[in-house]
């Protein structure tokens, strides 16, 4: 089973960027879909983005939609989720995902990281 590590959240001003990575670890990375899901305290996760194995698909949230870019490398076996705009409602924890075969469904997605925090300041 692939293991996941998120990293680049933290704390910033309401329309700052920040790039999120996760790196995998498994030989299988290059086949999976991943995916960025998010939780903001007391409400449920939700899915964010999504990436086909070979980039040529993405999904977004309508929430991240102009704003979000989600990115793959392959060969570093590495997931990347730039945002730009942030907005106090991004405040959330940021998960990565994998599965296989795209979704936009958060429930599509049961192997995740630890997760990263992101907050947004107004």
């Known amino acids: 089973q692939v293991q996941l590590v998120e990293s680049g959240g933290g704390l910033v001003q309401t329309g700052d960027s920040l790039r999120l990575s996760c790196a995998a670890s498994?030989?299988?990375?290059?086949?999976?879909?991943m995916g960025w899901l998010r939780q903001a305290p007391g409400k449920e996760r939700e899915f964010v983005a999504s990436i086909r194995w070979n980039g040529g698909l993405t999904y977004y949230a309508d929430s991240a939609k102009g704003r979000f870019t989600i990115s793959r490398d392959n060969a570093k076996n590495t997931v990347y989720l730039q945002m730009n705009n942030l907005k106090a409602e991004d405040t959330a924890v940021y998960y990565c995902?994998?599965?296989?075969?795209?979704?936009?469904?958060?429930?599509?997605?049961?192997?995740r990281g630890q997760g990263t925090q992101v907050t947004v300041s107004s």
């Open positions: 498994g030989r299988s990375f290059g086949s999976l879909a």
């Open positions: 995902s994998a599965r296989r075969g795209i979704s936009d469904i958060v429930t599509d997605f049961t192997v």
